[in-house]
Nanobody
């Protein structure tokens, strides 16, 4: 069974850091791109970051550039999103998604291009 499972969410104070993980089971991530998305209450889903299979290409939303870092460990079948200098506006449910197609700068942030999704992990930034 193909499955993506996010973990690592939680409550953190503004300015703090958190690392969320996306672990795959039932398939190997080696040939898949991974996107991180988030959705806050009352807001549309937003593409946060993207990494190609060998991590040679990465994209970030302007809202997180310089604060978030995406990485992957294919040996562990896991992709990570390191989130630093967190703000209240980063509060959302964070989802990872996989696609077998390479995506360019005009497509990576659009959910329709991804085939498999995780169930999400809640990140709350609050004092």
């Amino acid at each position: 069974q193909v499955q993506l499972v996010e973990s690592g969410g939680g409550l953190v104070q503004p300015g703090g850091s958190l690392r969320v993980s996306c672990a795959a089971s039932g398939f190997s991530l080696d040939h898949y791109v991974i996107g991180w998305f988030r959705q806050a209450p009352g807001k549309e889903r937003e593409g946060v970051s993207y990494v190609s299979p060998l991590a040679t290409r990465k994209y970030y939303a302007d809202s997180v550039k310089g604060r978030f870092t995406i990485s992957r460990d294919n040996a562990k079948n896991t992709v990570y999103l390191q989130m630093d200098s967190l703000k209240a506006d980063d509060t959302a449910v964070y989802y990872c998604a996989a696609s077998s197609k390479l995506l360019d700068g005009t497509k990576w942030y659009r959910g329709i291009y991804y085939d498999n999704w995780g169930q999400g992990t809640q990140v709350t930034v609050s004092s």
